[in-house]
């Protein structure tokens, strides 16, 4: 069983050296960072998002629809993610990506390819901080991190090209912790 907990622990710690783009919140130590508390993120525009706008801000992209596995990282296998060149007409620097949801009651349709979307991106902790398995048994888990998704409001055409009308779910996809992070 020890060989076995030590495995998991070098695949835990491998799994962040396979992905050097996310930034575990695990890894830095407080006194390398500015302290920010859970009251001043409540104050609108307070966090920037990883395109370049504060979260929660109505904004319009384009972008592409991309499969996950493009990335060769097993955590985005299966998971669709959109890679943003433009924010609000100005282009990126360098093109992020990011997951996405409908909002809920939006008129969800089935989108791929080159996409022009109006939404907002949002974001949370998630996965598990290392010295939680101090306490309980190792289980193989993200690391705990910040992940940002982009709620999609509305879907316009591009290209004079509208995306198809399929309905798809407006749950988050599984392992949301994947898309968050990228760029």
């Known amino acids: 069983m020890k060989i076995f907990t030590t495995y998991m622990v070098l695949i835990a710690q491998l799994a962040t050296v396979i992905n050097p783009i996310k930034v575990i919140a695990d890894d830095v130590k407080h006194d390398q960072c500015t302290t920010v508390t859970v009251d001043s ?26 499969d996950g596995r493009t990335l060769r990282n097993k955590s985005y296998d299966g998971v669709k993610l959109l890679q943003v060149s433009e924010v609000n007409g100005q282009k990126l620097d360098k093109s992020r990506c990011i997951q996405f949801i409908w909002f809920t009651t939006a008129n969800s349709k089935k989108i791929k390819g080159r996409v022009k979307l109006i939404g907002y991106e949002t974001g949370e902790y998630t996965g598990v901080p290392h010295e939680a398995f101090k306490y309980v048994d190792l289980v193989a888990a993200e690391g705990f991190q910040f992940v940002s998704t982009f709620i999609i409001l509305k879907s316009l055409s591009l290209q004079g090209k509208s995306t198809p009308e399929i309905p798809i779910p407006t749950e988050t996809p599984p392992n949301s912790s994947s898309e968050k992070a990228l760029n």
Not at 41 to 66: F, H, S
């Open 41 to 66: 993120l409540n104050i609108r525009g307070a966090v920037i998002g990883m395109l370049g706008e504060p979260l929660g801000k109505v904004v319009t992209i384009d972008g592409e629809i991309i």
